[in-house]
Nanobody, 129 residues
Framework: QVQLVESGGGSVQAGRSLRLSCAAS????????MGWFRQAPGKEREGVAM???????????YYADSVKGRFTISQDNTKNTLYLQMNNLKSEDTAMYYC???????????????????WGQGTQVTVSS
């Protein structure tokens, strides 16, 4: 049973930083892609960032236009952990953030939720202006 557990959310003022973590288990699990999505109240879930974690494009990252230059997705294979470094946070970044992983070697689209088949429970990020 694959489990994804997010941590690192919290409440911060605009302009500050947070780093989200996503621990994947079992340790032997090796997904093809991992990503971060977010959902604000009353809005649809949107893709934030994705990284290729296996295969020929290992390490390739994709970002939503709204976070390019501010957010960085990375992976620590030794810890089987995914990160999202979020800098210069804005009030519009307020949302529940979800970690996602895919055991499939193909994707519908880099920031498309249908590309992923495992999801975490989420961690809340609140940014006050």
């Amino acid at each position: 049973q694959v489990q994804l557990v997010e941590s690192g959310g919290g409440s911060v003022q605009a302009g500050r930083s947070l780093r989200l973590s996503c621990a994947a288990s079992p340790f032997t699990y090796s997904p093809y892609f991992m990503g971060w999505f977010r959902q604000a109240p009353g809005k649809e879930r949107e893709g934030v960032a994705m990284i290729v974690t296996r295969g020929g494009s290992l390490g390739r990252a994709y970002y939503a236009d709204s976070v390019k230059g501010r957010f960085t997705i990375s992976q620590d294979n030794t810890k089987n952990t995914l990160y999202l470094q979020m800098n210069n946070l804005k009030s519009e970044d307020t949302a529940m953030y979800y970690c996602a992983a895919s055991s499939r070697s193909w994707f519908v689209g880099p920031l498309n939720a249908q590309s992923f088949n495992f999801w975490g429970q989420g961690t809340q990020v609140t940014v006050s202006s």
